[in-house]
T-cell receptor, first 115, second 113 residues
Framework: GAVVSQHPSWVICKSGTSVKIECRSLDFQATTMFWYRQFPKQSLMLMATSNEGSKATYEQGVEKDKFLINHASLTLSTLTVTSAHPEDSSFYIC???????????FGPGTRLTVT | QQQVKQSPQSLIVQKGGISIINCAYENTAFDYFPWYQQFPGKGPALLIAIRPDVSEKKEGRFTISFNKSAKQFSLHIMDSQPGDSATYFCAASMTGTASKLTFGTGTRLQVTL
């Protein structure tokens, strides 16, 4: 198997607060994890790539100080949305790839609503 | 050159019919082509994948056809069922990019009774 979990599955927060989303690979070690953002009826937009023990690589246009990514172990990566605003409301999805593998295995996603 | 173009944007197929989704790419360095299925409110699930050294791969009712010279690949869903109604994404990656995927724009498939 290749199971990836995310927590929480949905979260509502007030504008100005920070929110942390966890991504875990449950039955494999993930050297690399990815964070995506998806708007309704659109494709996945890669935000950043994270490797265990090193700094994340952010895609162009993604604010690294706003979307903090930590990949502390081979099974856990976290995304913290700092000082969230309503425009940050979206569906955030993480994925993980097995060491030496090619495919990505996705988590179930986290629906973030900022009020 | 990094784009993967996917068509159609949406597709309606009758139960029992064949659903066909097409993708095209430009970058010949791509060497891994997966398809993902996504239901509303869920994360994408890996459906089937192919490498360019084979022209076809079949898993159950799902088949990928790959045309290296045309730089095109397609997903065929045989005997389509209402439970197949979902959004399908093709993707591509290349060796040395740590599994980084370039996604197509997605196809919303609806299978009617």
């Amino acid at each position: 198997g290749a199971v990836v979990s995310q927590h929480p599955s949905w979260v509502i927060c007030k504008s100005g607060t920070s929110v942390k989303i966890e991504c875990r690979s449950l039955d494999f070690q993930a050297t690399t994890m990815f964070w995506y953002r998806q708007f309704p009826k659109q494709s996945l937009m890669l935000m950043a790539t994270s490797n265990e023990g090193s700094k994340a690589t952010y895609e162009q246009g993604v604010e690294k100080d706003k979307f903090l990514i930590n990949h502390a172990s081979l099974t856990l990566s976290t995304l913290t949305v700092t000082s969230a605003h309503p425009e940050d409301s979206s569906f955030y999805i993480c994925s993980a790839s097995k060491t030496g593998g090619r495919g990505q295995y996705f988590g179930p996603g986290t629906r973030l609503t900022v009020t | 050159q990094q784009q993967v173009k996917q068509s159609p944007q949406s597709l309606i197929v009758q139960k029992g019919g064949i659903s066909i989704i097409n993708c095209a790419y430009e970058n010949t360095a791509f060497d891994y082509f997966p398809w993902y299925q996504q239901f509303p409110g869920k994360g994408p699930a890996l459906l089937i994948a192919i490498r360019p050294d084979v022209s076809e791969k079949k898993e159950g009712r799902f088949t990928i056809s790959f045309n290296k010279s045309a730089k095109q690949f397609s997903l065929h869903i045989m005997d389509s069922q209402p439970g197949d109604s979902a959004t399908y994404f093709c993707a591509a990656s290349m060796t040395g990019t740590a599994s980084k995927l370039t996604f197509g724009t997605g196809t919303r498939l609806q299978v009617t009774l």
